[in-house]
């Protein structure tokens, strides 16, 4: 089956610095979507990408979907200790499977 | 007042006993979804229904069963609880649409099975 896979699992960083999450499926993806856990909270939605190559930005958070609509990627300019959390991005499979996947997620910490 | 709500937030209970966590949404959606979230596994689909005549299993099934009683609710229910489903339980809502639309989560429901 459709199976997403989400690195790096954990990420330290010094505030100030960008982070990057990255996320890859075994096969084409109708969208992906973004969301973002905070320590003891439930995911939140953040942004979903439909379109081969888009790029979409909120703040100092850019998202990328690739050219063949397989790998995805969440990346934060100068981080802060708000971005603390972690970080899932969720594949839909199409094709009248309105199911999402989700991948492992990837846990950012930031040190003041 | 929360869009989707969750009831028990946390549980703890004993191996072998029957558990029922329900979750209710004030937000007019059709499909709604269960999942379980382990440290380092991510959220596993439980269950899904996209209306409430409809069910369906999702990847990790065994030892749960759903009830979906209303259009606004629905329960997961563990029929004999085992210490491995201890974990993070979180219902989710979403619309019908073209594409798979944006999931909004409950709270969350903690349960200890000992």
């Known amino acids: 089956g459709q199976q997403v896979m989400q690195i790096p699992q954990y990420q330290h960083v010094q505030e100030g610095e960008d982070f990057t999450t990255y996320c890859n499926s075994s096969?084409?993806?109708?969208?992906i979507q973004w969301y973002k856990q905070r320590p003891g909270g439930h995911p939140v939605f953040l942004i979903q990408?439909?379109?081969?190559?888009e790029v979409k930005k909120q703040k100092r958070l850019t998202f990328q979907f690739g050219e063949a609509k397989k790998n995805s990627s969440l990346h934060i300019t100068a981080t802060q200790t708000t971005d603390v959390g972690t970080y899932f991005c969720?594949?839909?499979?199409?094709?009248?499977?309105?199911?999402?996947?989700f991948g492992k997620g990837t846990k950012l910490t930031v040190n003041p | 007042d929360a869009d989707v709500t969750q009831t028990p937030r946390n549980r703890i209970t004993k191996t072998g006993k029957r558990i029922m966590l329900e979750c209710s949404q004030t937000?007019?959606?059709?499909?709604m979804y269960w999942y379980r979230q382990d440290p380092g596994l991510g959220l596993r689909l439980i269950y899904y229904?996209?209306?409430?005549?409809?069910?369906n299993k999702g990847e990790i099934s065994d030892g749960y069963s759903v009830s979906r009683q209303a259009q606004a609710k629905f329960s997961l229910s563990l029929e004999s609880a085992i210490p491995n489903q201890t974990a993070l339980y979180f219902c989710?809502?979403?619309?019908?649409?073209?594409?798979?639309?944006?999931?909004?989560f409950g709270p969350g429901t903690r349960l200890t099975v000992l």
């Open positions: 937000k007019g959606h059709d499909r």
């Open positions: 096969t084409t993806l109708s969208n």
């Open positions: 989710a809502t979403s619309r019908s649409g073209g594409y798979t639309d944006t999931q909004y």
């Open positions: 990408l439909v379109k081969s190559g």
């Open positions: 969720a594949g839909g499979a199409g094709g009248g499977s309105e199911k999402l996947v």
């Open positions: 229904s996209f209306d409430v005549k409809d069910i």
